[in-house]
């Protein structure tokens, strides 16, 4: 899906026509249809960049060989620990928001300590499993 989708555009333009002329009554059920229009389109486009995943990850186990990275054919390597980071970092926001505004200072410390206990399994699995594999390949280059 391109930023500058024509068919979105034209969908856009034609719902502000619409928007102009009923008034400011149906402005709820305007946005809420143009809303659907994107999710359907976003759909789609998952939905083929899913499909196309998954023939590669097939067309990869009918050969019998690995993806290059180790991981996921499209994802780089540890993306999955840095976007774990990222999200608990933006979820901390109102979470901690939530927990000093609801319990106070004692809230916003387990709250807190959960994001950071988090963050310490997560990098501690991807240094195990990072040096796990470096081991094999230590054996495997003395075979």
């Known amino acids: 899906m391109d930023a ?14 619409t928007r102009r002329e009923l008034g400011q009554e149906y402005e709820e059920e305007l946005i809420a249809s143009f809303l659907e229009k994107i999710d359907q389109r976003l759909e789609t486009v998952v939905d083929k960049r899913m499909r196309r995943q998954m023939a590669e990850q097939q067309m990869v186990a009918a050969r019998g060989t690995r993806p290059q990275s180790g991981g996921s054919p499209s994802y780089p390597e540890g993306m999955g620990a840095r976007f774990l980071a990222a999200a608990s970092l933006v979820l901390a926001v109102p979470l901690s928001a939530i927990a000093a505004v609801n319990t106070g200072l004692p809230g916003l410390l387990v709250c807190w300590g ?13 240094w195990f499993s990072s040096n796990r594999t470096k081991d094999q390949q230590r054996d495997s280059d003395w075979d």
């Open 114 to 126: 959960g994001i950071v206990a988090v963050n310490a399994v997560q990098a501690n699995r991807s």
């Open 4 to 17: 500058r989708d024509p068919e979105l555009t034209r969908e856009l333009n034609a719902t502000l026509q």
